[in-house]
């Protein structure tokens, strides 16, 4: 007995370190075998949360944190922590655990990545490891929803951060010179050890252009890393080398200061800047909330387009960006409406659906696409419907992760009745709003997509017409009711991972057909120097009724040139009126 007692008060006090400062030790199997928590009353907080000691992506071994409130498809922030330094070493420590109380504030998740153990290999040492390839290959592996992983979680590829501490702030240098398009920003503390021709080297290299899909196509689009932008912030120490590189990439010319640094930003695109700042205390909190948190990389042509993060408040005014969650059919969903000030309550106007992909949130596709942009040029109402995570969806493999399930159309659902949530949704906003029942129209990206497309099969009095991206599926019947019609131009990327040769001609088959388009050979067109490549399947009448355009150097992805095109080039055609379809005022 006094054994086991003896046993008992020793692992209390090895456990009670860690339990008085809330931090939650995950046990170091895969999701698999520990299993994962899913609570329908709070479906969108983390199944996994946590720290996870030791991990381990392509020879590199790393901790990961999740806050317990981590909402799915948040920011991430990796830190590569000084030499001779473990990652569960550091990441208890003191500055560890400020950066872990500010992803708790703030609502990020961090990887701590610790060197070989010779250290950082900042000068390229080809007898050492590549470390730019290491890090991302911790990257790719903190986006991997795998129930494999120790602690697995949604990471929005799009705000991936990279910030490095003395030596490890030199690699952090080095690691995004040589991969520029996976980082939205970096910061670099106290660095140590820059070697700034070796920066100038990898910069002259090739970067994956779509990261966010698969580390695909590098040789293929052959772009070099120094031609992108990239935000940095030197803090404390600095080599001039470097930061007259990252100056120069930046194209940074415009000199002022801030509460924080003294800031070299373009003169016509102030989001490609350089800070340094020497001599003050800078905290986790602050890099955070005063640099990182401002920037965001959304994928779509290559490189991605690097730009301020949104923001999604609601106006004084009731415009901008408003919030809805409620109970529709026993389930907590949730959806994001844009009102944009040039919406006047007394003119009817159109209504966009915007549905997100696999995995991802209302607020990513709203970055990345830019709706709203659109929306205030043309007085639209723009409603992003949240997808429910549905555990077991998409083969089981991963953790639950919002999804649409887009056999719901045709009432064949394993949890979320997304047909009916997304009729609720038009319905609600046309209760709100001074709708134009004649242009009501949906587009989405991969699993939205896939969404889109069957329930514009299966409920088309739902739709005017529909332009979704990144999938190419045919749709649930076998044909629409009463002879209709259901216009349709689909957009997908030249790199597209989710869209074949096979699936893509089942899937023309299949929208010519059951729009009486059987047979009619399509017309090419190029648009923007052979940007866009459309084929567009005309009525006897010559309009356009179903097109699909392939975007040449692109991925997986929804950016905004897609979003005003789809208005411009699409949408603004057309109308519905008695269940007849125009085309610019003319009947179909």
């Known amino acids: 007995m006094r054994k086991v007692t003896c046993i008992l008060l020793a692992l209390l006090c090895a456990l009670a370190p ?15 075998e520990k299993g994962f928590s899913f609570d329908p009353a709070a479906p969108y907080l983390p199944p996994v949360s946590g720290f996870a000691e030791h991990m381990e992506a392509g020879g590199a071994v790393y901790s990961v944190y999740v806050p317990e409130d981590h909402a799915p498809w948040s920011p991430g922030v990796i830190i590569l922590v000084p030499d001779g330094t473990t990652s569960v070493d550091f990441a208890l420590g003191e500055t ?12 990020f998740a961090l990887g701590f990545v610790e060197s070989a153990e010779g250290g950082w290999n900042t000068t390229g040492d080809s007898t050492g490891r590549d470390d730019v390839k290491a890090v991302e290959d911790v990257y790719t592996q903190m986006r991997s929803k795998s129930m494999t992983l120790e602690l697995p979680f949604t990471m929005d590829k799009s705000r991936v951060f990279l910030v ?68 940095v ?56 909330t005063q640099f990182l948190s401002l920037f965001t990389r959304p994928m779509g042509e290559a490189g991605g387009h690097l ?20 109970e529709v059919r026993g389930l907590i969903r949730r959806y994001i409406t844009y009102v944009p000030e040039s919406y006047d309550p007394e003119t009817p106007a159109p209504l966009v659906m915007v549905c997100h992909g696999y995995t991802a949130t209302m607020y990513a596709l709203a970055e990345e696409s ?22 077991g969806f998409f083969g089981g493999g991963n953790i639950p992760a919002p999804c649409w399930e887009y056999t719901s159309a045709i009432g064949e659902y394993e949890m979320a009745d997304d047909a009916s949530f997304l009729a609720h949704v038009i319905d609600q906003t046309k209760a709100n709003y001074n709708i134009d029942d004649s242009r009501i129209f ?84 190029q648009d923007e120097d052979g940007l ?9 009448d010559g309009i356009p009724l179903v097109e699909f355009t392939e975007v040449t150097d692109s991925a997986h992805s929804y950016f905004p040139a897609e979003s005003w095109r789809i208005w411009n080039e699409f949408f603004i055609h057309w109308s519905e009126v008695d269940g007849v379809l125009y085309y610019d005022g003319m009947p179909l």
């Not at 590189?245 to 102030?270: E, Q």
């Not at 901008?320 to 409620?326: D, I, L, Q, S």
């Not at 830019?370 to 549905?390: H, K, L, S």
């Not at 866009?532 to 006897?540: H, N, P």
């Open 307 to 326: 730009d301020y993060a949104m923001d999604f408040s609601q106006r004084e005014n009731g415009r901008g960006y408003v919030f809805t969650e409620e």
């Open 18 to 32: 860690l339990a008085a400062d809330d931090i939650t030790i995950t046990p170091d199997v895969p999701v698999t």
């Open 164 to 231: 490095g501490y003395e030596e490890g702030g030199a690699m952090a240098l080095a690691v995004a010179a040589g991969s520029a398009s996976t980082f939205a920003a970096v910061a670099a503390i106290d660095q140590e050890g820059v070697d700034a021709s070796y920066i100038s080297a990898l910069g002259e290299t090739y970067c994956f252009p779509f990261p966010g899909d698969g580390m695909r196509c590098k040789d293929e689009v052959a772009l070099v890393n120094n031609t992108l932008a990239i935000p």
């Open 233 to 288: 912030w030197f803090i404390n120490s600095y080599d001039e080398g470097a930061y007259e590189y990252y100056r120069g990439i930046n194209s940074a010319d415009r000199w002022s200061r801030n509460d924080w640094a003294s800031v070299c930003s373009n003169t016509t695109n102030s989001v490609e800047t350089v800070w340094r700042t020497e001599g003050t205390d800078v905290g986790p909190a602050v890099i955070w």
């Open 442 to 525: 949906g587009t989405g990206h991969s699993n939205g997509c896939m969404m889109m497309l069957s329930l514009a099969s299966a409920r088309p009095e739902l739709f005017t017409a529909i332009a979704p991206i990144g999938a190419a599926l045919p749709g649930l019947v076998e044909a629409l009711p009463d002879g209709g019609n259901m216009p349709l131009s689909l957009y997908y990327g030249q790199y597209d991972s989710a869209v074949d040769t096979e699936g893509l001609v089942s899937c023309k088959e299949y929208w010519t057909r059951i729009n009486g388009l059987e047979g009619v050979q399509p017309v090419s067109r």
């Open 370 to 391: 830019r709706w709203a942009d659109v929306a205030e040029e043309n007085g639209i109402i723009v409603v992003f419907p949240q997808g429910y995570p549905v555990p």
């Open 532 to 540: 866009f490549t459309t084929e567009s399947y005309l009525t006897e």
């Open 96 to 107: 560890g655990r400020a950066w872990m109380q500010a992803a708790d504030d703030y609502g």
